[in-house]
């Protein structure tokens, strides 16, 4: 997950320590970047150093134009 910012880089962090403390059967693994901005984790996406990521319809729009 790219968090594009600290609050969001908090969060991810919290998450994915309760995921790795969770019952062996869930097999999911969350990593966290600190993209700092919308822009700069599209582009950490686009370069395949993310996957995912939060944004609204106008950064998609914007990215696009």
């Not at 693994?29 to 609204?56: F, P, W, Y």
């Amino acid at each position: 997950w790219c968090a594009t910012n600290e609050q969001q880089f908090v969060g991810c962090k919290k998450l994915s320590a309760g995921i790795s403390r969770s019952p062996a059967n869930l097999t999911m693994n969350l990593t966290c970047a600190d993209g700092k901005s919308t822009s700069r984790c599209m582009l950490m996406i686009h370069k395949q150093e993310a996957d995912l990521t939060s944004v609204n319809a106008y950064d998609i729009y914007q990215t696009g134009t």
